[in-house]
C-alpha cells in the first residue's frame, strides 16, 4: 500500500478527436453502484450534441469510403488498445455496475472479443449483404451495403462497456460515424473508452463521445436532421415515442429493438440496421 | 437525286481530316453509342403501329424508296430487263404506283438497265470497286466505277476498304471514298460500309463520318452478302449521322439499309425511325433507300390489301 | 412532307371496363361502409366508374379477415404451398396482361405501351419471382427460419397502380403474411381487377384483402392496431405523417417516398443514349415517377449540344390519348396533380429559369402537360428541389466530377441517380459517392424484382425487390 496520492481523471467529452469539457461548462456527478462518488462527469448540453454531429458528419466521407480493410484493422487495433487497459476497465465497470470483479473482467474480455468480431466482418458484410442481380435484360447489376450516414446512439443504461462496445462497433465497422450518449449513471468507461479510441488510429469525429443527461440530449439527436439513423436501445421507456416521433421528421432509420443478453453472440442484425442497399445496373454491350 | 450537291470536307471539318492523325483523334472523338441503349431504342420505336392512310402512305413511299436489286453471278440481261420493267410499273394492275427509286446492278449490266428505262426518271445505280469484297487495288476499283458512270449510271454504291478501317487506316479509306467519288463525276456516290463486318455501333458511327467528311452523297449498310446485313439499330445510328451533319453542315446527306428488309412491317419500321431519327426532311428517296428485292412484292401486296380491305396473295403480284 | 400516323388505339372493350367496382374483405367482393368514389379517366375527364370505398368499420373487419386469415392458414401453410398460389396470381397475370394494360391507362393516363409493356409484365414478374422465394426464405440469408410479421397494412400510390400492388403484396405473401391494401383514390380499378385474379388462383379468404378509398382509409389503416407492419409508397410528407404515427407502436414499417434525381452527363458520354436515357427518366409515365432523373446535370463542355439534342428529341414525343399505341405522353393523372405541375412550372419562370416546353399539339380535353425542359436552372430554385412529379425537366450544369457530385447529393432525397460516361472507372467512382439506392449507369428508370429498390435519407427506409426486400416482410 502506497501512501501516494493518486492522480484522478478528468472526464471529458470525445468531439472530433479532442476531448472538451461540455461548452455548457456543466457537469454532473458520478456514484459508484453504491452510491460513493467516483468522480466528475461533463454533463453535454444540445450545443454540443450539435458539435458532435457536425464533427460525426465531416468524418463521414473519409471513414465511409476507407477500405473495408483498414476498418477492420482500426477496429482491431481498438480491441489490442483495450486489452492494454483491461485492468482500468475492470475497475471500472466493477464501480459502475457493482459487480464483482470477476465478472466485471468477464465483460471487459467480452468487450475486446466483440471489437474482434465486429473488426472481422468488415470486409465481409457486403458479400454477405450485396448481391449480383440476375435481371432480366442486358444489364449488370448489383446491390451494396452502404453506410446510412451519422448514426445517434443511446448506449445502454445499464451494460456500461460491453452494451456500449455492442451497439457501437456494428455501426461504425460498416463505415458509419457515430453519436453516443453513454449511459447516463455509468458513463465512465466509456470515456475511457474514447481515450482508447482516440489512441486506435479511429479517425477523429468518427466516434463522439456525450456524457450528460440522457433525456435532455435524446430529443435533439433524434431530431437533428443531419442524423441519419438512430438507435434507441438506452432511451428510457417513457421517451421512445416522443423520439421516434422526432426521428421521423427527417425520416431517420430507428433500431428500437428492446435491450438484449449482451453476452450473448450478438448476430449481424445492428450492422444491418445502419446499411443502406444502393442497386446499380449498368448495360452489357460492345 | 439532283437536289443533292455534295463537297467534300466543308470548312467545319477541314481540319478533321488534315491527316492521319487528325482524322484518327477526330472519330475517336465522336460520342460512343451504347449498344444496349440504341438497341432499346430501336426496338421502341418499332412498336409504333401505323394504321390506314398514314399506312398506305408509307407504302407507297417505301416503293418510290426502293433500289430494286440484282446482284447474282447468274444474273443476265433478261433478268435485268424483266427487274427494269417492274421497276417501271411495279404492279401494273394499279398505274398509279409510284415508280421505284432505282435499280442497283452490277456494272456490266448497267448499259442494259439504261436501254431498259429509257424515258424513265428511274435511277441507275451500280455497285463497283470490286463489290462486295472490296478486296483489289484502287486502280481496278476506280476504272469499275468509270466504267459504270460511262455506261450510264447515276448512281454508284461503291464498297469501303473494311480492312483497312479495322486496322484504323482511317486516311487510306477517306483517300479512296474521295477517289472514287471523283471518277462518279455527276453520278451520285452511295457508300456501303458494311456494317455487319464492322461489329460495333461505334465503328458504324466512325464510318458514317469517315463517309460523309470523303465526300457519299449516302452513307448504305451493306453490301447484302454479308450477315447481318441492315438492322434497324445500325440504320439507327446513320441516321443520326445524317442528321448530325445537316446540325453541323446544312447539308443533307442519304442513308440507304440494304439487305434482309423483306416486308412491308420493316419497311415501315425504318420509316419509323427515318421520321423520328433523322427528321422528316428525309422521308424523300433523295435521302432514303431500301437495298431490297423481294420487299418490293411485299410492299405491293399490302397496298392492295389497303385499298381492297381484305388480304392479298402473291399471285397477285408479278414475280419477275 | 408530313406523315401523320393515323390514330391507332387499342380497343377500350378489352378493358372490360364494369360500372361499379367492389371492395375486396375476406375473400368477398362487398360493398363498402364509406362514400362511393367515382374513377375518372384523366384523359378523358369522364368517370369510369363507381367504386366502392371502406368505412373504419371495413377496415377492422379486414384486418380481423387478414389476422385471422394469418392465424389459421397462410401463417402456419408451408412455404411450396404458398409458392403455387403465388404462380398461379403471376401466370393469371399475364394471361389478363391486355386487359390490365388498358384497363391501368384508362384509370391513369398512362399511354398504353408503358401498361403494356412496363407495368403490367413487370407486375406478374413480381409475384413470380417471389413465389419462389416462399418455401427458400431459411437460405435468404436472415437466419434459420425466419418468421413472418402477421397482418401487412399497405397503402400504394396512383402512379403505377398494379405494379406497385404487385411490388407490395408478392413479398409480403410470400414470407407469410397476410394483407390488407389500400390502392390510391384516383386509380382504384386494377387492384380490384387484382382482387378478382387472387379470388379465382382460390387464395384462401382474408389473405388478401384490398379496399379503396381516400387518405382516411389508408390512416385508419396503418394506425389499426391490429396491423404488425406498414408498408407505404407515396410522398414524403404523408411518410412523415406515418412515421410519426406509428411512432411506439412497435409496427414495422417501410416507406418509398419522393426523389429529386440527378441524372449526370459528363462530356464523353454515348450522347444520344443519354438523350433517350434523359427522356426516359423524365418523361416516363409523365414524370410521375418518384426516382424521376428530374434534375439533369450536365457538363458545361457539352451542355449545348446536348440540349439541342434533347429538345430535337423532346418535340418527337407524342402526347395524346393514353389508349393510342403510338402515344409517348399520356394524361396527367388528376386535375390537383396538373394544377401542382403548373404552379410549380410557374414558379420556374418566376424565378428566372428559362422555359422551353415542346411544340407538339396537346388534347384540349382532359389533362395534359406538354414536355417541358428548363434551362439555367440553379440549386436554389423550387424546381430544383421540389418534386414535380410531372414531365418537366431542370437543367443544370456543372464543370467536375466533384462538383457533380456536390450537386447531385445535394437534396434531403436519395431515391436514384443517373450517370452518363464512357469511362469505367469514372461510373465507379461516381456511384460510390452518390448518396442514392438506385444508380443507373448509361441507363435510366431500369426495374426488376431481383433488384433492390428504395431510398437513403428521405426517400425513406427499406427495400424491395431482391433478397434484401424480404427484410420488409420477416421478423428479422
Known amino acids: 500500500m502506497s501512501d501516494r496520492l493518486t492522480v484522478s481523471k478528468t472526464y471529458k467529452l470525445y468531439l472530433g478527436g479532442a476531448f472538451p469539457r461540455s461548452e455548457s461548462g456543466r457537469t454532473y456527478p458520478v456514484t459508484d453502484a453504491r452510491g460513493r462518488f467516483l468522480a466528475n462527469a461533463a454533463q453535454a448540453s444540445r450545443k454540443d450534441v450539435r458539435e458532435a454531429v457536425v464533427a460525426a458528419r465531416a468524418a463521414f466521407g473519409k471513414w465511409s469510403r476507407a477500405t473495408a480493410y483498414n476498418r477492420g484493422q482500426v477496429l482491431y487495433r481498438v480491441a489490442e488498445m483495450l486489452e492494454g487497459r483491461r485492468e482500468q476497465f475492470c475497475a471500472e465497470v466493477a464501480a459502475g455496475e457493482g459487480v464483482p470483479a470477476k465478472r466485471a473482467a468477464a465483460l471487459v474480455d467480452a468487450a475486446i472479443d466483440r471489437w474482434v468480431w465486429y473488426a472481422g466482418w468488415t470486409d465481409k458484410v457486403a458479400t454477405v449483404l450485396g448481391a449480383a442481380n440476375p435481371v432480366a435484360g442486358p444489364y449488370f447489376s448489383f446491390s451494396l451495403p452502404e453506410p446510412t450516414g451519422v448514426v445517434g446512439v443511446l448506449a445502454p443504461q445499464g451494460s456500461s462497456l460491453l452494451g456500449l462496445v455492442s451497439v457501437l462497433a456494428p455501426v461504425i465497422a460498416t463505415g458509419n460515424t457515430a453519436v453516443v450518449v453513454t449511459s447516463q449513471d455509468r458513463p465512465l468507461p466509456a470515456v475511457t473508452l474514447a481515450e482508447v479510441l482516440a489512441t486506435s488510429d479511429v479517425p477523429g469525429g468518427v466516434v463522439n463521445v456525450l456524457t450528460g443527461h440522457t433525456a435532455e440530449l435524446a430529443p435533439w439527436l433524434a431530431a437533428h436532421a443531419d442524423v441519419n439513423a438512430v438507435d434507441l436501445v438506452g432511451a428510457p421507456q417513457e421517451l421512445r415515442a416522443e423520439l421516434e416521433r422526432a426521428a421521423a421528421g427527417s425520416v431517420k432509420r430507428v433500431l428500437r429493438s428492446a435491450e438484449p443478453d449482451w453476452t450473448a453472440e450478438p448476430g449481424i442484425t445492428r450492422l444491418r440496421a445502419f446499411l443502406e442497399t444502393k442497386t446499380v445496373w449498368h448495360p452489357m454491350g460492345v | 437525286m439532283s437536289d443533292v450537291q455534295t463537297t467534300a470536307a466543308p470548312p467545319e471539318f477541314a481540319d478533321a481530316t488534315r491527316d492521319d492523325t487528325a482524322l484518327r483523334r477526330f472519330l475517336h472523338g465522336l460520342p460512343g453509342v451504347d449498344q444496349v441503349g440504341v438497341e432499346q431504342r430501336a426496338a421502341g420505336l418499332a412498336t409504333r403501329s401505323i394504321k390506314k392512310d398514314s399506312k398506305l402512305w408509307a407504302i407507297d413511299t417505301a416503293i418510290s424508296m426502293v433500289d430494286l436489286t440484282t446482284l447474282e453471278g447468274a444474273d443476265t440481261e433478261g433478268k435485268v430487263r424483266s427487274l427494269c420493267a417492274k421497276a417501271r410499273r411495279p404492279d401494273p394492275d394499279f398505274p398509279d404506283v409510284p415508280q421505284v427509286g432505282a435499280v442497283c446492278v452490277y456494272p456490266d449490266m448497267v448499259a442494259t438497265a439504261v436501254k431498259a428505262l429509257d424515258g424513265a426518271d428511274i435511277g441507275i445505280a451500280s455497285v463497283a470497286t470490286a463489290f462486295p469484297s472490296g478486296r483489289s487495288s484502287l486502280s481496278i476499283k476506280l476504272e469499275d466505277t468509270r466504267m459504270a458512270v460511262e455506261a450510264g449510271a447515276t448512281e454508284i454504291d461503291m464498297v469501303i476498304d473494311r480492312g483497312a478501317f479495322l486496322s484504323g487506316k482511317y486516311m487510306r479509306v477517306f483517300e479512296e471514298i474521295r477517289a472514287v467519288k471523283a471518277a462518279c463525276g455527276s453520278a451520285h456516290l452511295k457508300v456501303i460500309l458494311e456494317t455487319g463486318e464492322l461489329a460495333t455501333y461505334d465503328n458504324v458511327r466512325r464510318a458514317s463520318w469517315l463517309a460523309l467528311l470523303a465526300g457519299g452523297d449516302f452513307i448504305k449498310t451493306s453490301t447484302g452478302k454479308v450477315s447481318p446485313a441492315a438492322t434497324l439499330p445500325v440504320t439507327h445510328v446513320m441516321l443520326q449521322a445524317v442528321h448530325d451533319w445537316h446540325a453541323a453542315t446544312g447539308e443533307h446527306r442519304g442513308v440507304k439499309p440494304a439487305g434482309g428488309i423483306r416486308t412491308t412491317k420493316d419497311a415501315i419500321r425504318y420509316l419509323v425511325a427515318v421520321h423520328e431519327v433523322a427528321g422528316p426532311a428525309w422521308l424523300d428517296p433523295h435521302l432514303f433507300r431500301f437495298g431490297a428485292s423481294s420487299l418490293l412484292n411485299d410492299l405491293l401486296m399490302q397496298r392492295r390489301t389497303q385499298l381492297a380491305g381484305h388480304y392479298s396473295g402473291p399471285d397477285y403480284v408479278t414475280v419477275d | ?476
Not at chain 3, 48 to 75: P, Q
Not at chain 3, 98 to 107: I, K
Not at chain 3, 270 to 292: M, S
Not at chain 3, 312 to 341: C, F, H, Y
Open chain 3, 1 to 476: 412532307m408530313t406523315w401523320d400516323y393515323a390514330p391507332a388505339p387499342e380497343s377500350r372493350a378489352i378493358a372490360n371496363l364494369k360500372p361499379s367496382y367492389r371492395m375486396f374483405l375476406d375473400g368477398q367482393f362487398v360493398e363498402g361502409g364509406g362514400e362511393p368514389l367515382k374513377s375518372v379517366n384523366p384523359a378523358t375527364e369522364e368517370v369510369l366508374a363507381e367504386v366502392s370505398t371502406a368505412s373504419a368499420a371495413d377496415v377492422d373487419r379486414a384486418v380481423k379477415a387478414a389476422r385471422r386469415a394469418y392465424d389459421k392458414v397462410w401463417g402456419r401453410m408451408p412455404g411450396a404451398e404458398r409458392a403455387k398460389y403465388i404462380y398461379r396470381i403471376a401466370r393469371m397475370i399475364a394471361e389478363r396482361a391486355r386487359e390490365l394494360a388498358v384497363l391501368e391507362s384508362l384509370d391513369n393516363g398512362k399511354p398504353i405501351k408503358e401498361s403494356r409493356d412496363v407495368d403490367v409484365p413487370t407486375a406478374s414478374a413480381h409475384f413470380f419471382y417471389h413465389a419462389g422465394w416462399a418455401d427458400k426464405l431459411d437460405y435468404a440469408g436472415y437466419g434459420p427460419g425466419p418468421r413472418p410479421l402477421g397482418v401487412a397494412g399497405q397503402v400504394i400510390p396512383w402512379n403505377f397502380p398494379l405494379l406497385m400492388a404487385a411490388w407490395k403484396i408478392a413479398p409480403a405473401l410470400a414470407c407469410g403474411n397476410t394483407v390488407v391494401l389500400k390502392p390510391a383514390e384516383t386509380t382504384p380499378l386494377t387492384a380490384l381487377v387484382l382482387a378478382e385474379i387472387i379470388q379465382q388462383a382460390e387464395l384462401p379468404p382474408g389473405v388478401v384483402n384490398i379496399l379503396p378509398g381516400a387518405g382516411d382509409v389508408g390512416a385508419e389503416l396503418v394506425n389499426h392496431p391490429g396491423v404488425d407492419k406498414v408498408a407505404f409508397t407515396g410522398s414524403t410528407e404523408v411518410g412523415k405523417v406515418i412515421q410519426r404515427s406509428l411512432a411506439g407502436t412497435g409496427k414495422k414499417l417501410t416507406l418509398e417516398l419522393g426523389g429529386k434525381a440527378a441524372n449526370v452527363v459528363f462530356d464523353d458520354a454515348p450522347l444520344d443514349q443519354a438523350v433517350e436515357g434523359i427522356v426516359n427518366g423524365i418523361f416516363f409515365n409523365q414524370g410521375h415517377v418518384c426516382c424521376a432523373g428530374s434534375r439533369l446535370l450536365v457538363q458545361e463542355s457539352v451542355a449545348d449540344e446536348l440540349l439541342a439534342k434533347l429538345r430535337t428529341r423532346v418535340s418527337t414525343l407524342r402526347v395524346g390519348d393514353p389508349l393510342d399505341k403510338n402515344t409517348d405522353v399520356g394524361a396527367i393523372n388528376s386535375g390537383e396533380q396538373l394544377a401542382r405541375i403548373k404552379e410549380l412550372v410557374a414558379s420556374g419562370e418566376s424565378e428566372g429559369a428559362e422555359r422551353w416546353t415542346s411544340p407538339c399539339p396537346v388534347p384540349e380535353k382532359g389533362y395534359f402537360f406538354a414536355p417541358t425542359v428548363f434551362a439555367n436552372v440553379s440549386q436554389a430554385m423550387r424546381i430544383a428541389r421540389e418534386e414535380i412529379f410531372g414531365p418537366v425537366l431542370s437543367v443544370l450544369t456543372f464543370r467536375t466530377p466533384d462538383e457533380a457530385v456536390a450537386k447531385a447529393n445535394n437534396t434531403p432525397y436519395g431515391l436514384s441517380a443517373g450517370i452518363w460516361t464512357e469511362k469505367g472507372s469514372r461510373i465507379l467512382w461516381m456511384a460510390d459517392r452518390m448518396r442514392a439506392g438506385v444508380v443507373w449507369a448509361n441507363t435510366f428508370n431500369r426495374f426488376d424484382p431481383t433488384a433492390p429498390f428504395g431510398g437513403y435519407q428521405e426517400s425513406g427506409f427499406g427495400r424491395e425487390g431482391g433478397r434484401a426486400g424480404l427484410e420488409a416482410y420477416l421478423d428479422v
